[in-house]
């Protein structure tokens, strides 16, 4: 009875790992994308702040 639970359940959890892994990727990639429009316009305002004093 156990192993039959035990092959339903990493029947159902394994073929989810390759979605699992590739939205941790995007993921990644979306936060590198966020980090760096954060210093792009940390940049920015910095440059405004200095040409409008």
Excluded: A, C, N, S
Excluded at 42 to 47: A, F, G, T, Y
């Amino acid at each position: 009875m156990e192993t039959e639970i035990l092959g339903l359940v990493l029947g159902v959890v394994l073929p989810l790992y390759p979605i699992l892994f590739m939205i941790h990727q995007r993921i990644g990639r979306y936060d590198e994308i966020v980090e760096e429009f954060k210093r792009l316009r940390d940049e920015h305002e910095r440059i405004k702040e200095e040409y409008h004093d």
